[in-house]
Each structure stands twice: as C-alpha cells, then as structure tokens.
C-alpha cells in the first residue's frame, strides 16, 4: 500500500507485550508437637517433599529444636497438595503432625 503512496507511513503496534509473572510462591512448613517421632518426620520429608536423608534430618532438627521447619516453597497448588498429603499420612499413622503454607 505505501508503493502507491510514499508519504502515508504503516504504523503496526502490537499488543502482546505484557508481563509475564511468576507465581507466588508459598513455604510450606512443619510443626512440633510432643507425639509425632522424629523418624516419622523424617520419613515425611523424604518421601512427600524427595529431600535426601541428610537434609531431611536438618529439617527435622529445626523443627524439633525451633518449633518449625522450612520444607520448600512452591507454587500454591502444589504447596496445598503437599500440605494435605502431610495431614492424610500423619492422620494414616496416628500422629497430630501440623503442616502448613504460608506465601514466601
């Protein structure tokens, strides 16, 4: 079109250029209490969050010790399911284990 007419200029936006955000992410943590063992926790931490023993026995220090643990931070959906998936086993086994999420 502007071979016919040099003096008329094309002007193109584009509207696709928007931020892309990363989600929120959200700490999911453990809690002591006087009756879950340690060995379960560290089960726990194995299992439901894949941490080594080695690391798994760190968290389950500080939360013996501290009152709390630090599991991971996650995407919220995956954090509630991790969470759930605590209370499901814990609750399987006999133990109050508290397990919570809080945004990172």
């Known amino acids: 079109m502007s071979e016919d007419r040099p003096d008329i200029e094309e002007l193109i ?8 955000l990363e989600p929120p992410m959200y700490k ?3 809690h002591n209490d006087n009756y879950t063992t340690m060995e379960f926790v560290v089960e726990i931490l ?3 969050f894949h941490k080594r023993v080695e ?5 389950m220090l ?3 010790k501290q009152g709390v643990g630090i599991c991971g931070a996650y995407p919220f959906e995956v954090a509630e399911t991790k969470v ?8 399987e086994k006999g133990f109050p284990l ?3 999420m809080e945004k990172e």
């Open 84 to 91: 759930d998936t605590v209370h499901l086993l814990a609750r």
């Open 98 to 100: 508290k397990c919570s």
């Open 28 to 30: 999911v943590l453990l």
């Open 13 to 20: 936006t584009s509207e696709t250029e928007e931020d892309v």
């Open 55 to 59: 690391e798994a026995t760190r968290i």
């Open 46 to 48: 194995i299992y439901v």
């Open 62 to 64: 500080n939360v013996h």
